[in-house]
């Protein structure tokens, strides 16, 4: 068995009284496309809050590539290999497609402020080289075209895709989708299921929250499941749309049945 | 309103390398030339037009440069901005009357010294965001102040007089009155602070700092060292205003608390805020209007300050983003078009 690539163990997240997770157990395997699914409500974006290091624990784990993450800064997170999107599309919006991949690129520079003031050489080939290669995951995201844009006037779903693309800039290890499909039409959908898969083959893990059933099924390896803040399944998907607690907590159940 | 900005950035993008180097040198030229056209409308009655052009013009420029770095590139309120020039003319007249430094060798020194306040200050400060860092970067200008006010050393309420003019540098005397000599000394350094600037936008460090102010927990979540970046942000700020300091301080000769009072804070921001936040030429074209207009109205004696209040709130209204503001223009149509 591969050791995990991402693990959180008994992880419990408490705002005051409220309980947003609790005791939450699983592992994301590496190459594999995990699907994040639940009511709302559930916990899904919280889960990616403590990954992130937005918030700190209330008790349990979170290990990356079996390091602990636990106080660690939020920008050494990222910098250790995992990045994320956001639910609420939030790029810099004065920044042009191309800037805001590359300031995520910045993230493996080794030149600093300094350098690049007195123009070294480590500094200018570094510059090239990175705009080089965010001008790549644009295209292999496939909004190239829009590179010299600013962000705030892109159509929405440049806007969304350009999220993933910002994130893939850090050159994450493991991919954290919120909601990439949120607001897309069907013909979309089936093109974004198809970049996720390109972005597992190109050697990306990725987890994925996503409301739309059929898009989580059809891309995910397995899918996890919660509920008011607790795991209540982890299989595959096949598995998942037959189990009777996933249908009771999406459908709830009828009154003569118990 | 025709769009100076873009007019400005198109001529330079449609240029060559000669045709660019042609643009700068006569703009300096032309800048450099200002102290001789005096006869001309630029005058100003009552003060002496060229010691205007030195100070507060030049000053201004160079101060509002400085805070452009840390409130229009990097979206930090500074409130206290004068703290940083305050160190570097005490600097400057403390070394300058004390020790046999000259105001070459006092200069770093006074710049090193407001980098390390940034430091102090930004450290413990730049945790805080907003109203927060405005607040405490607010009481740090005063706290300068009243140090000086304290201090025996350095003067209290009299201040530091006798401070000495810079020594001949390529064979150029600093007379006490010989402005030129000045403005173009205050213009090679404004040049510097525009060169680095410059040079910094376009790189990594404008792109941290460009992020950091349109969404600091994203860029943070992205990878942006947003504490490091902004504590840079807040020493380079400090140092040039720290240079402007020492520069103060050997043409004025005298320096005492009363000149570095929040009000000079409060105008270097409104420079900034009137020229347009973020872009290195409004924030230069607010400063110069701003310093030079007080004392070109000048012969409407008590009306004067009205009249400029005036400008700055209908100019506000009629631009509220200033003078020439930030906005970058789009080029996708131009790159579709060669592709």
Known sequence: MTEPLLSLKNVTMKFGGVTALNDVSFDVKPQEILGLIGPNGAGKTTIFNVITGVYQLTSGAISFEGESLAGKKRYKITRSGVARTFQNIRLWGDMTSLENVMTATDTHKKSGLLSGLFGMPISRREEKRDKARAQELLDFIGIGEYSDRLAKNLPYGVQRRLEIARALGTEPKLLLLDEPAAGFNPAEKVELAETIRRIRYAGYTVLLIEHDMSLVMKVSDRVVVLDFGQKIADDLPKAIQEDPRVIEAYLGVPENAS | ?339
Not at chain 2, 189 to 201: D, E, G, N
Request: aromatic share 10%; glycine share 10%.
């Open chain 2, 1 to 339: 309103m025709i769009n100076l900005r873009d007019k400005g950035a198109e001529l330079w993008e449609n240029s060559g390398r000669p045709a660019r180097v042609a643009i700068v040198l006569a703009s300096i030229a032309a800048v450099a030339s200002l102290p001789f056209m005096g006869g001309t409308i630029l005058n100003t009655p009552v003060a002496s037009y060229e010691s205007v052009l030195v100070n507060p013009v030049a000053m201004f420029v160079l101060m509002a440069i400085g805070l452009n770095i840390v409130i229009g590139k990097s979206g930090l309120l500074d409130l206290g901005y004068v703290a940083f020039f305050a160190i570097g003319a005490y600097t400057m007249g403390l070394l300058g009357t004390k020790t046999d430094l000259n105001t070459w060798e006092i200069l770093p020194i006074g710049i090193a010294m407001s980098m390390f306040a940034g430091l102090i200050l930004g450290v413990p400060a730049l945790k805080l965001r907003g109203d927060y860092l405005a607040i405490i970067t607010l009481g740090f200008g005063e706290i300068v102040r009243i140090i000086a006010l304290n201090l025996q050393v350095l003067g209290r309420a009299e201040g530091i007089q006798n401070i000495p003019t810079p020594p001949p540098i390529f064979g150029v005397e600093y007379a006490f009155d010989s402005h030129r000599i000045y403005f173009w000394t205050l213009l090679v350094f404004i040049l510097l602070a525009i060169w680095m600037v410059r040079r910094l936008s376009a790189r990594r460090a404008g792109r941290a700092w460009e992020s950091i102010r349109q969404d600091e927990d994203v860029a943070e979540l992205l990878g942006v060292p947003t504490f490091k970046y902004k504590i840079w942000a807040f020493v380079l700020g400090a140092s040039v205003g720290g240079a402007a300091g020492v520069l103060y301080a050997s043409k004025t000769l005298y320096i005492a608390p009363d000149n570095f009072t929040l009000q000079i804070s409060i105008l270097i921001l409104a420079c900034v805020v009137f020229g347009g936040m973020g872009n290195i030429w409004g924030v230069i074209l607010g400063a110069v209007v701003l310093a030079y207009l007080p004392d070109r109205i000048r012969f409407l004696s008590e009306a004067r300050l009205l009249v400029f209040g005036l400008v700055l709130v209908i100019m506000m209204n009629l631009r509220p983003d200033g003078l020439l503001p930030r906005k970058k223009r789009e080029k996708a149509l131009v790159t579709k078009e060669k592709s």
